[in-house]
């Protein structure tokens, strides 16, 4: 038997690392009873914000929305569409399979996270 990486692994790697890093993030779990749709399409798993006001006052803290999948994992237009959109606006967004995928979306916008 050999155990399989699932995103539930990732999103936890993720999210602890982005914690040690200062930066706050919050899973968000979608409950859709019998079929109904409850909230928007393409919602991330995490969402929250990075906290570079705490060294830089004058910086207010940046909102951080992150997809996470687990490596290979099917991309639905929503979620694509979902992160394009909050990036085009400003926040620090993306599609991650990996710590190194949030690492390198921050590093392109600026912020430098310790790996």
Same mark, same amino acid.
């Given at each position: ?26 899973? #968000?779990?979608?409950?859709? $009873?019998? @079929? &109904? ?12 914000? *990075? ?14 929305? #992150?997809?996470?999948?687990? $490596?290979? @994992? &099917? ?12 990036? *085009? ?27």
């Amino acid at each position: 038997y050999e155990a399989q990486l699932t995103e539930e692994h990732v999103v936890k790697a993720i999210t602890q690392q982005l914690w040690l890093n200062n930066v706050k993030v919050w899973r #968000i779990v979608e409950r859709i $009873p019998w @079929g &109904r749709k409850t909230s928007t399409p393409g919602i991330p798993d995490l969402i929250g914000y *990075a906290i570079e006001g705490s060294r830089f006052p004058d910086i207010p803290p940046c909102p951080v929305f #992150i997809e996470v999948k687990k $490596p290979g @994992g &099917r991309r639905r237009p929503a979620q694509e569409a979902f992160i394009a959109e909050v990036k *085009a606006n400003g926040a620090i967004a993306c599609i991650a399979e990996s710590w190194e995928d949030v690492v390198a979306e921050f590093n392109r916008r600026g912020f430098s996270l310790k790996i």
